[in-house]
């Protein structure tokens, strides 16, 4: 089957695509800023089966620029679609965002609204909303590999102990997500039960000042039914034991 990956670069995109090769599937990595003539053009050169559009901006803190939010999660989802109508694909994945449900929306979950509520009119398709995904390959920035870091490190950080979040393992999203499952968490655990059981795998404690609670980390309105092939146990334990190998390796490189 021919796989068109939109986002590919991203910690969910480039986890389908490694998942798809090693599955023996044909994985086309469709370029950043492709123009509808250019996909166009790829189109006709290998028609797609499915079509994954992870691609995305304003997910990331440092990512501010609301234009940039309205062309990346709006205007480039129907241009996607837009050229995919004239061609026999299967389906079109669209990845959006829990962050839609929340009481008070931002710029980012605006726009991921405005893709779903378009690649609704659109046959063929599907929404697929992820929620806290992690595992190997996370942006270092992100909660679990920041407790990582600072575990490994000895340095303090701010935690804020009580945000709640339906933590789903990378490898559970990608077997959930192929299976036609459209919202994609684990059970919601607190950030402080998190630190716990990293500091258990790892034999150390986390220094950290407590933060303040955020009104979008109380916990998921409607929280999803729980996926769990993997336990949190487990994944946490695969995230850490690959996070000390990359710290390993960077200080043998040194």
Request: with cysteine; charged share 25%.
């Amino acid at each position: 089957m021919n796989y068109y990956i939109f986002g590919s670069s991203g910690f969910i995109g480039l986890a389908m695509v490694r998942h798809l090769t090693e599955a023996k599937q044909h994985v086309f990595r469709v370029p950043r800023n492709i123009t509808p003539r250019e996909l166009d053009k790829m189109f006709d050169a290998v028609n797609p089966d499915y079509i994954m559009n992870f691609a995305a901006y304003g997910n990331h803190n440092y990512q501010k620029d609301f234009e940039m939010m309205v062309k990346a999660n709006i205007l480039a989802t129907y241009n996607i679609l837009e050229t995919a109508r004239y061609y026999d694909y299967k389906l079109f994945y669209n990845v959006t965002t829990s962050s839609t449900m929340l009481s008070r929306q931002t710029g980012y979950s605006i726009t991921k609204y405005c893709g779903e509520q378009i690649t609704n009119l659109y046959e063929r398709t599907i929404n697929v909303m992820p929620y806290s995904v992690y595992g190997p390959g996370e942006s270092e920035y992100r909660l679990i590999p920041t407790v990582i870091s600072r575990l490994i490190s000895g340095r303090d950080m701010i935690l804020e102990e009580n945000a709640v979040h339906s933590w789903i393992y990378i490898d559970d999203f990608i077997k959930a997500m192929l299976e036609g499952k459209t919202e994609l968490g684990g059970k919601q655990v607190k950030n402080i039960e998190i630190v716990k059981i990293l500091e258990e795998i790892s034999g150390k404690k986390l220094h950290y000042t407590p933060g303040r609670l955020r009104d979008y980390d109380c916990g998921d309105a409607r929280p999803p039914k729980p996926i769990c092939y993997t336990s949190l146990e487990d994944g946490l334990k695969r995230t850490y034991e690959h996070f000390t190998r990359k710290d390993n390796r960077a200080v043998q490189e040194a």
